[in-house]
């Protein structure tokens, strides 16, 4: 078996590259979502290692002199993050030339050869499901017989192996805590909505929305939800309870956990007995029966994917949701004490001036606890980046989605608006969110009741000013 590295690479200050991470990025709130894509093939791999630098605030000269005691090092990339990490490869490959280095990711499933010839230190690459790929390779079985890799031979011709098969037995799979316990300090890991110190999972893996700009769905996991069974996530869970009996909340990361409503009950009746206060993305369609049942289970908050409040977006981008539906889910949410954390993009197809100021209307009217504005990302390997190719939309200087600083860019313009246009709506969204009388009188009163609410809530206050004062800066 060769000595493995699995290593989430140094990046920009701040950036949070993890797969758990919907957009790799900088936040506007310093925030960083478990590794668990690189856990994953770790807890599988004997002897091996997972360092997380950005959160640990490892540097490159910090990670680099690691490279002698292994034999085969596999980074997590993602587009905005591969320049950097190929950097980091070649670093690593100075110090031991020996080094086998392999990358995962949906940036290099979906264009495994380009990938691979614009990175001539990297070896292979493993594509879409990579766990036992990347096993294989740790086990040391020759590159030639193993499935789902795209591999550089011994003549430095690029091969691309047949693909591996979709996993079907979740269960096959480890657990990934026992690798948090192992290799990181879990508060490092702080997400503004959620309970600190917090730990998030997989459950499942493939979302049946068909959503044109979210990226794991079309590269990496499926439109099909395959899923762990109720037993192997609740011992999961009780194991974990045991080991980090610091943390306050645990997240399932799924991408639609709430996909399979009648599993979804199941499991909140059984993590209701353990006592534990859980939450989790979901659809803005869950009936009030199940939210029901899901509250009394220790469902504290849901991670909601709104988007829009323009109904010919949201059709726009395939996402299956009426805007009315949304709002009695919602307004169900807050009659049951479920708190929403509610994200929405600006810049999709179809946008204007007009359609944001409309999704800012509705999103103070709903009035979800806390927000999230990102601007729309047309990442490789999805519709929206095909589409936005065809239409024009987007151009090379773009392409990476953030810039020099890690901030995410507006990648796309239209005729009618343009990426500055796209670019500032993101911090006219928070203003009118947050600077009502309603929302600030929320927010105090959160402070005051809870001393531990008031310090978080100053430090994210002072993150959020930075953060608009460096998105001024990049817009400059």
Request: hydrophobic share 40%; proline share 5%; glycine share 6%.
């Amino acid at each position: 078996m060769r000595r493995t590295l699995f290593l989430q690479a140094p990046s920009f200050e701040g950036f949070d590259g993890g797969a758990g991470s919907r957009y790799q990025a900088k936040r506007e709130i310093k925030s960083f979502w478990y590794p668990t894509w690189l856990a994953q093939p770790a807890a599988m791999v004997e002897g091996s290692r997972l360092i997380d630098a950005p959160p640990h605030r490892q540097s490159l000269a910090d990670v680099a002199p690691l490279a002698k005691d292994y034999d085969l090092v596999v980074l997590h990339t993602s587009t905005p993050s591969f320049a950097s990490d190929v950097k980091t490869v070649e670093a690593l490959k100075a110090v031991n030339p020996n080094l086998k280095a392999g990358l995962i990711g949906a940036k290099v499933a979906v264009d495994a050869e380009g990938s691979l010839r614009s990175a001539p230190a990297v070896d292979f690459v493993a594509r879409n499901e990579f766990d036992f790929t990347i096993k294989d390779v740790a086990d040391d079985k020759p590159f030639a017989d193993i499935e789902g890799l795209s591999y550089r031979n011994d003549s430095g011709v690029i091969v691309h192996n047949t693909d591996r098969a979709i996993l079907e037995n979740m269960d096959s799979l480890p657990f990934v805590t026992p690798v948090y316990k192992r290799d990181l300090q879990i508060d490092n890991y702080f997400i503004g909505y959620l309970k600190h110190p917090y730990i998030s999972i997989y459950t499942g893996r493939g979302c049946k929305s068909r959503c044109t700009f979210c990226l794991w769905p079309q590269t990496v996991g499926g439109h099909r939800y395959r899923t762990r069974s109720v037993g192997h996530v609740i011992e999961e869970i009780a194991w974990a309870k045991k080991a980090f009996p610091e943390v306050k909340e645990f997240f399932f990361d799924d991408d639609t956990f709430t996909d399979d409503l009648p599993r979804a009950e199941v499991i909140a009746k059984e993590l209701g007995k353990l006592g534990v206060t859980w939450s989790c993305n979901a659809k803005a369609n869950v009936p009030y029966k199940s939210l029901k049942i899901l509250k009394e289970g220790g469902l504290r908050l849901l991670l909601v994917g709104y988007e829009s409040g323009n109904q010919q977006i949201l059709h726009n981008i395939k996402k299956g949701m009426r805007v009315e539906v949304a709002e009695q889910f919602t307004k169900d949410c807050h009659t049951l004490g479920i708190a929403i954390h509610g994200t929405f993009i600006v810049g999709l197809p179809g946008e204007t001036l007009e359609t944001m100021e409309e999704t800012r209307r509705w999103a103070a009217r709903i009035n979800p606890h806390t927000i999230q504005v990102s601007l729309a990302a047309p990442y490789p390997g999805t519709f929206l980046y095909d589409q936005a190719l065809k239409n024009g939309w987007l151009d090379a200087a773009n392409a990476e989605l953030v810039d020099e600083h890690g901030v995410q860019i507006a990648p796309l313009h239209y005729p009618h608006l343009s990426h500055a246009e796209i670019f500032e709506s993101v911090e006219t969204f928070y203003k009118s969110f947050y600077f009502r009388p309603r929302k600030i009188g929320d927010i105090v009163g959160e402070m005051v009741r809870s001393p531990e609410m008031m310090k978080r809530r100053l430090r994210e206050g002072v993150e959020f000013f930075e953060f608009l004062k460096e998105r001024r800066a990049a817009a400059a």
